[in-house]
């Protein structure tokens, strides 16, 4: 780390005007509205080494430079620095770091929460205008068009940037939008919609979200002419709610880090647990690693733990300020303020950074806020992943890939649920035996309905049968971890499941007691990745189909495979993609197997398969104007097709789409993706509930 000399002699250069920079790139001048809180701070430092009396903001903004700090003499150092700045230096260099509010301010006056207000609603359009800087409604943006390469590049450019994650529930007016005219789709009638009443009150409390850091993949390295082509790259991250809730966290380091290299996280990855009554906050950094000392790893992390508390104070400022903000702006009063005040304090944390900074490099750093609805929308993602670009310029580029979890601790939500459609009434919803984030596989075998799901804690297979009216206890088959609910039929009198594995591995195995499970196999190359559950059906009654979603952010590409009961044949491009997980089922009306999937736009719709055994023939797209935020399960009963899905909302509704009658959506929340089979002339589907 540098020295306390080196420290101070930073900071008179940066108010001499010098521009930010790492140890081998200069950072764009930055816009004074965005030094802020730098100012601020300094301010605090200058009043507190005269011995003022500070008001609460300052003290909290000092705790940030006590975190990069030896001592109370440093800090009083600092503010003596930028005293004398103000009285040596011309008001044209400091008004390109500050605004004039700031440098308009006497000694004597305390700097207030009040203040803040003001000059943040005075500086909020310069901050909304600055290209690194937007918020992202993710109801109307694929995962993969988040970041665009503009983006990208406005971040690398400006060393950072802000993004705030919305997601405004549409009406339903919006939600079902005017079918397009695309000329390669036959559009079927939807039919009537039907929202059945919540059968019990909706549980509005916040509920606890789990995000962690699940892997990243290196598309550029920084091309370090010393340590050679590959780098050593480590991750910083601090998060903080209004529910007080925070995070910190610093990763272990990755070597020999190249481009094309993916690397995943520790389970320890923990980017925020907590709750999120309104929004949240969070500060993230990508550093590469040049043999800096243990001293300056120590620092980092202690001043993550001080990030993650800022994060929390800048959440519960942005939900006070976002209210008086938005009686002049609307709905969008705390998404603006959590942008200003994300934007100040990265700014802030960047001054920091460039006065501790030492050998190692940091490739780039991103500030980022959630309101709730939009860290429920994660829910509505595939994969519940959501990824973030870090372009560093020269200096490397990566994408972090975030995924929510259901926390093994909490017992608010995942309970497995079922209902049951006789003609066209719906029973009341009841509760089954488990607890999952990714809903169930149902069969009936041999006469009686068996359900099949992994469990949250840890991904072990569990199998519960349906038997004298109730759910029995869930056996658990330690020898078996899965990474999503599997894929299960009934062939030539046995049960055989496939599933991904926690390592994104597709296997297979059967059984025909339900009771013993053989350890199961991987049966393709260990080049055939997953992360959703495949879709497994019986052919012409002579051979077993499976269809896979590749392990791949967004729109991915699905793959096909045959076998006879022994072997599978080679994975084959089907040419059709989609961002959930897809269904086959026979299509009747056309005596063909239908691959039933989501498209890019979130539709409903088939390909019908088009030849024999081992083929790879598909038609085009047959589909509804139904949207769904979830992988689909279908059967038909020879006329008509049942279909369920997440409703792609925040509320998340329990989907089912009779193509005969239309849509109904019941009266209870999923999460994961939903299942349906038929028993005794009846349609059971069955749920992870988002409340229970």
């Known amino acids: 780390m540098a020295s306390l000399q080196e420290r101070v002699s930073r900071l008179r250069s940066r108010l001499d005007g010098e521009q930010r920079r790492t140890n081998k790139r200069v950072e764009n001048k930055a816009s004074p509205a965005e030094g802020l809180l730098f100012g601020v701070t300094l301010h605090a430092a200058a009043r507190l080494g005269k011995g003022a009396k500070l008001s609460p903001l300052e003290n909290r903004m000092l705790d940030l430079f006590r975190a990069f700090a030896d001592d109370e003499e440093e800090v009083k150092e600092y503010g003596t620095t930028f005293l004398k700045a103000k009285q040596n230096t011309t008001s044209s260099t400091l008004g390109g770091i500050f605004p004039k509010s700031i440098l308009a301010l006497d000694d004597s006056q305390a700097y207030t929460e009040k203040d803040l207000r003001r000059d ?53 007016g919006d939600a079902q939008e005017a079918t397009p005219a695309d000329p390669n789709t036959e559009w079927l009638p939807t039919g009537e919609v039907e929202y059945l009443p919540f059968i019990t009150p909706q549980d ?32 910083c991250v601090a998060t903080g709610s209004d529910g007080r809730s925070k995070a910190d966290y610093k990763s272990q380091t990755f070597g020999s880090i190249e481009a094309g290299s993916e690397r995943k996280f520790n389970n320890d990855a923990i ?44 959440a519960v400022e942005a939900n006070r300020m976002g209210d008086a903000y938005g009686d002049a702006e609307g709905a969008m009063g705390t998404v ?8 100040m304090a990265a700014a802030l944390i960047a001054e920091l950074i460039n006065l501790i900074r030492n ?86 075998y041999k006469g009686v309905p068996w359900s099949f799901f992994a469990r949250s804690s840890d991904g072990v297979f569990g199998v519960s049968r349906w038997w004298d009216n109730h759910w029995q206890t869930v056996q658990w088959i330690d020898n078996i971890a899965m990474k999503c609910r599997p894929a299960v039929v009934e062939f030539k009198g046995a049960v055989w499941m496939v599933w991904v594995d926690t390592e994104n591995n597709l296997r297979c195995t059967s059984t025909t007691t339900l009771t013993s499970w053989t350890k199961g196999r991987e049966y393709i190359s260990s080049t055939a990745k997953s992360e959703t559950t495949p879709t497994l059906t019986v052919w012409n009654n002579e051979a077993l189909m499976c269809v896979h979603r590749a392990a791949s952010a967004g729109n991915a590409k699905l793959y096909v495979s045959w076998s006879r009961g022994s072997g599978w044949t080679s994975w084959a491009d089907t040419g059709l993609s989609s961002p959930y997980a897809p ?78 009658a239309g849509a109904t959506y019941l009266g209870s929340a999923c999460i994961g993706a939903p299942n349906v089979c038929a028993w005794e002339g009846a349609v059971y589907v069955g749920w992870s509930d988002l409340h229970e």
């Open 120 to 172: 943040l609603i005075a500086l909020l359009p310069e901050l909304q205008a600055l290209p690194q800087n937007k918020v992202v409604d993710l109801n109307k943006v694929a995962p993969d068009d988040i970041d665009t390469d503009e983006y990208a590049q406005a971040i690398a450019a400006a060393g950072g940037g802000v993004t705030v994650y919305i997601a405004p529930d549409p009406s339903e």
């Open 204 to 235: 509005t409390s916040p509920k606890r979200a789990l995000i962690v850091m699940d892997r990243f993949y290196c598309h550029q390295s920084s091309g370090d002419t010393i340590t050679g082509p590959r780098d050593e790259i480590y991750w």
């Open 271 to 314: 980017l925020f647990n907590g709750t999120v009554p309104v929004d949240m906050t969070g500060h993230v950094e990508v550093w590469e690693e040049d043999d800096s000392p243990s001293s300056w790893h120590n620092k980092l992390k202690e001043a993550l733990f001080k990030i993650a508390q800022e994060c929390i104070d800048r």
């Open 336 to 343: 603006a303020a959590i942008l200003g005040l994300a934007a």
């Open 359 to 444: 050998d190692d490099d940091l490739v780039c750093k991103r500030e980022f806020g959630f309101v709730t609805e939009g860290v429920d929308f994660f829910f509505n993602y595939p994969d519940w992943e959501l990824p973030m670009v870090f372009d560093g310029g020269g200096m490397g580029k990566h994408t972090l890939y975030l995924r929510r979890k259901v926390d093994s601790r909490t017992q608010d939500m995942g309970r497995l649920m079922y209902s049951k459609l006789s003609g066209n009434s719906w029973g009341s919803p009841f509760g089954g035996q488990g607890r999952t984030a990714h809903g169930m596989a149902m069969i009936t």
């Open 583 to 660: 269904a086959l089922c026979l299509v009747p009306s056309r005596g063909k197997m239908g691959l039933f999937l989501v498209s890019s736009d979130y539709r409903i719709g088939f390909h019908t398969f088009d030849g024999s055994y081992g083929g790879n023939t598909w038609s085009g797209r047959t589909g509804w104007d139904r949207r769904s935020g979830s992988g689909l399960s279908v059967i038909s009963d020879g006329n008509a097709h049942v279909i369920v899905f997440r409703e792609r909302t925040k509320q998340g509704r329990v989907g089912v789409y009779r193509t005969n």
